[in-house]
């Protein structure tokens, strides 16, 4: 387990060199921030817990979208020599691995202090090798939270849960606004992996720019 440990780090450190221009300083002038990094998980039925970093991409958000909605995406990259193959599953090349965003829409308001709310969650993912013997789920699971401290300092508790395919966006439908020093906005993305019929792996990625 050490081995795997070791190599899942080393390897993350790889690929985090070879990701360009992403940024040190939060997307917009708001009162929430953006974390460089975030840290997702890769956890095993055995109950083993592989950390997995996302990074932020310094990218501006969309020209689609209207001037008080934000976007923000972290790439996560899982290398799948982290996981142990059975059942004799042949064919495996280390240097695979999984690529994954998670992208967070939410919409700023201008008010004293500003509020927010979480409008859309969207999520990519690929299969590196669908031969490789490790199968990557079509759907991931999603789970968006906005709650806090609203207009009128009223205590607002929303929350939804579905599912998306790769690429595709579950739209909140949160009809309330919170502020940014007390509560929670962000989500959760779950991908289940596999690998033959006894190993299996649940992929939580997540953004919280407001933490719970």
Request: aromatic share 10%; charged share 15%; hydrophobic share 30%.
């Amino acid at each position: 387990m050490k081995k795997l440990i070791a190599l899942l780090t080393s390897t993350l450190m790889f690929f985090s060199l070879c990701i360009p221009a992403y940024a040190t300083e939060s997307p917009s002038s708001q009162d929430i921030s953006f974390e460089n990094t975030v840290t997702g998980q890769l956890i095993g039925d055995d109950g083993t817990v592989i950390p997995v970093t996302g990074y932020r991409r310094d990218i501006p958000s969309p020209t689609s979208l209207s001037p008080d909605t934000q976007a923000v995406t972290y790439d996560y990259l899982v290398p799948l020599s982290s996981m142990s193959h059975s059942d004799n599953v042949s064919g495996y090349d280390p240097t695979r691995y999984l690529y994954a965003t998670l992208t967070l829409y939410y919409t700023e308001y201008d008010n004293a202090p500003s509020e927010y709310k979480l409008t859309r969650v969207s999520g990519s993912w690929s299969d590196p090798d669908p031969n490789d013997g490790t199968h990557v789920a079509t759907t991931a699971d999603i789970m968006a939270v906005c709650y806090g401290i609203g207009t009128n300092n009223i205590f607002r508790d929303q929350k939804v849960e579905g599912s998306i395919r790769s690429g595709s966006s579950l739209y909140t439908n949160f009809q309330y606004s919170i502020q940014g020093n007390y509560g929670a906005m962000g989500a959760t993305m779950s991908i289940e992996l596999s690998q033959g019929s006894t190993r299996h792996w649940t992929l939580d990625l997540e953004c919280y720019p407001i933490k719970p």
